[in-house]
């Protein structure tokens, strides 16, 4: 089986000041973001649920920052990837959201193939980069457990390109992804069918419940209990087995 965990950056000075984070824009992280990815980094020391094999993350400052807090718990050294980074703003790096959605008319709902700002990518410029990452390195890491800490753009890609949805077109509905939360994606085989990726869950950011608490989360304790994991892929579920129709 092949295991991939995207996790999202921890809050970032751009999301709080409505900044367009490329490489110039990004600054890192807020002291709220530190805290959060410090509480991951806490929960996967306690629980060692994230046996990763290797951890990857994207250049921008943010992810990067995230990365460098939460890979002693892995142990790991963080591997830097461009191609893993949020979608790539142009000219319209550092701006205030609001300013750069003004001037360049930003609107990949209605035209998914121009770019945001001049030197920038398209929405479908970014769903193919995303695509091809993900391909390589789970190719490149196969039957591996890897970790990449990420972009909520990257995540949401992530989504269509496993579930095979239209690459090309802005999606209507969209995900609301915590910072520093956990999605596990699970390739292997399943009732004696081709080997698939699997969902195995999504926008797990149980760690964060305590930071404005002066109780701290018990993991080293609810380690002890039995892991969740994937359904047990030995046999077909009830419907399929010819049971309760």
Do not use: C
């Not at 994207?58 to 718990?73: D, G, L, N, Y």
């Not at 142009?90 to 701006?95: I, N, S, T, V």
Request: proline letters at 5%.
């Amino acid at each position: 089986m092949t295991n991939l965990y995207l996790i999202r950056h921890g809050e970032a000075l751009v999301n709080v000041n409505h900044i367009v984070g490329g490489m110039r824009g990004d600054t890192g992280l807020t002291s709220l973001g530190i805290l959060q990815a410090e509480r991951l980094r806490d929960r996967l020391a306690a629980t060692r649920e994230l046996a990763a094999d290797v951890l990857i993350a994207s250049s921008f400052r943010r992810a990067q920052q995230t990365a460098e807090i939460v890979a002693p718990s892995l142990g790991l050294p963080v591997t830097l990837d461009d191609d893993v980074q949020e979608l790539r703003p142009g000219e319209a790096d550092g701006m205030p959201v609001g300013e750069a959605m003004v001037r360049y008319a930003i609107d990949f709902e209605r035209e998914p193939y121009r770019p945001a700002s001049p030197g920038g990518e398209s929405w479908a410029q970014f769903m193919l980069r995303v695509s091809v990452a993900l391909d390589r390195i789970t190719r490149e890491h196969e039957g591996r457990t890897i970790a990449i800490v990420t972009h909520g753009g990257f995540i949401d890609v992530a989504f269509l390109h496993f579930f095979k949805m239209n690459a090309l077109a802005f999606p209507v509905a969209h995900f609301a992804t915590r910072h520093t939360s956990l999605t596990h994606w699970q390739r292997r085989r399943r009732w004696g069918r081709a080997e698939a990726w699997h969902l195995i869950y999504y926008n797990d950011s149980a760690h964060l419940r305590d930071v404005e608490r002066t109780v701290r989360i018990p993991w080293a304790e609810l380690s002890t209990l039995a892991p969740r994991g994937a359904e047990d892929p030995s046999g077909p579920p009830s419907s399929e087995s010819g049971e309760g129709r």
